[in-house]
């Protein structure tokens, strides 16, 4: 649908003589390409459609070249889930005494991410000569961040500490984050 409408704002300036100043009002959108299961094969990553609009303003040198800024607004949004979380690093005690947390049976974890941005980008375009024209940008983005946001649920928790030194691991510390939550 954004490309059949910029295809039609496009057709309509044909039109017109050549001008160093041109204004485009954009949209899009898509699925996002974020992947925990990269980095943490247990996390089920779920596509979420993220989306954008924006305002730009070309600066034309030729018929040819030209330089693109403006502004934008873009959405960006994340699922991941696992039925099965674990995790274990090492840490201290309130004595120093080192050991290895442990997460073990983290079931139905879910986390939900929803991220809002101003991009300013910053490209050089060209553009084809003739009846029918088409452009091709290259370039960059500033983003900001606006607001951001993540969501975690579990519905349960069990943690264990393990002691090197003694062979123990204790699975019923409440005060010391260890149980079932």
Do not use: C
């Not at 040819?64 to 502004?71: E, K, R, T, Y």
């Not at 959405?75 to 090492?90: G, I, L, M, P, Q």
């Not at 983290?106 to 941005?117: D, I, P, T, Y």
């Amino acid at each position: 649908l954004a490309l059949l409408m910029s295809s039609l704002l496009s057709l309509s300036a044909i039109a017109q003589n050549y001008n160093k100043h041109e204004f485009s009002v954009y949209g899009g959108g898509g699925l996002n390409t974020f992947r925990y299961s990269d980095v943490a094969s247990q996390f089920d990553t779920k596509s979420k459609v993220g989306a954008q609009f924006g305002l730009n303003y070309t600066y034309s040198f030729n018929t040819n070249w030209g330089i693109l800024s403006g502004a934008e607004m873009a959405f960006y949004s994340a699922k991941v889930e696992t039925d099965n979380y674990t995790d274990a690093f090492n840490t201290k005690d309130v004595d120093d005494t080192p050991f290895e947390f442990r997460i073990k049976g983290g079931g139905n974890l879910e986390n939900k991410q929803n991220a809002v941005f101003i991009n300013i980008p910053v490209m050089v375009r060209y553009q084809t000569t003739g009846e029918l024209k088409f452009y091709a940008a290259a370039g960059g983005k500033i983003g900001i961040p606006v607001k951001a946001d993540s969501k975690l649920g579990i519905s349960a928790i069990t943690t264990t500490a393990y002691y090197p030194d003694d062979n123990i691991e204790y699975t019923d510390k409440p005060f010391m984050g260890i149980g079932t939550f």
